[in-house]
T-cell receptor
Framework: AQSVAQPEDQVNVAEGNPLTVKCTYS??????LFWYVQYPNRGLQFLLK??????LVKGSYGFEAEFNKSQTSFHLKKPSALVSDSALYFC?????????????FGDGTTLTVKP | GAVVSQHPSWVICKSGTSVKIECRSL??????MFWYRQFPKQSLMLMAT?????????EQGVEKDKFLINHASLTLSTLTVTSAHPEDSSFYIC???????????FGPGTRLTVT
């Protein structure tokens, strides 16, 4: 079985400050890890993924995430938050099988960036 | 690239009628498509997974006779909500993945309201 935990329902940061949205996972085997963002009444947009290689992955809109195998974490980070980053963020994991397998999504974290 | 469209974006129907939602991958071949349901401020609930040319695999608790899924081609999947009831009102999101991609790409969602 695979699972994802996003321990924070809500993260509040001031514009210009660094932000972190936390994600931990549990999976049997090598994980594929993903971050998605959702704006109100819209589908999810892909931000970044970890498949293999460098533990630090960079994605869209200045976001990055670090894969930490020992802590089974994949926290999303951004050095300087923008008000427009305010949205709902989902972490997802699935087992390393390219052509099969469904992703498990976390419950989501609402990020609010205040001016 | 990697655009998924969904139609309609919103629909209102009367109780007892059926509604069809289309999901198309516009610039890639979707070997696997997923249908999700999302309640307000909640995570995605996977309803079913479909591979092109095969019957959909439904998640536990999802009525296959009520939520008919057809993945007739590599670019089109449809979800038909049959004999809709007010409790079926929700935000339905499709997602697609092809054999060359690790990540999923999501449609913009369909807001269904059953009166």
């Amino acid at each position: 079985a695979q699972s994802v935990a996003q321990p924070e329902d809500q993260v509040n940061v001031a514009e210009g400050n660094p932000l972190t949205v936390k994600c931990t996972y549990s999976v049997s085997g090598n994980p594929y890890l993903f971050w998605y963002v959702q704006y109100p009444n819209r589908g999810l947009q892909f931000l970044l993924k970890y498949i293999t290689g460098d533990n630090l992955v960079k994605g869209s809109y200045g976001f990055e995430a670090e894969f930490n195998k020992s802590q089974t974490s994949f926290h999303l980070k951004k050095p300087s938050a923008l008000v427009s980053d305010s949205a709902l963020y989902f972490c997802a994991v699935r087992v390393a099988t390219l052509n099969a397998g469904k992703s498990t999504f976390g419950d989501g974290t609402t990020l609010t960036v205040k001016p | 690239g990697a655009v998924v469209s969904q139609h309609p974006s919103w629909v209102i129907c009367k109780s007892g009628t059926s509604v069809k939602i289309e999901c198309r991958s516009l610039d890639f071949q979707a070997t696997t498509m997923f249908w999700y349901r999302q309640f307000p401020k909640q995570s995605l609930m996977l309803m079913a997974t479909s591979n092109e040319g095969s019957k959909a695999t439904y998640e536990q608790g999802v009525e296959k006779d009520k939520f008919l899924i057809n993945h007739a081609s590599l670019t089109l999947s449809t979800l038909t909500v049959t004999s809709a009831h007010p409790e079926d009102s929700s935000f339905y999101i499709c997602s697609a993945r092809d054999r060359d991609r690790y990540e999923q790409y999501f449609g913009p969602g369909t807001r269904l309201t059953v009166t």
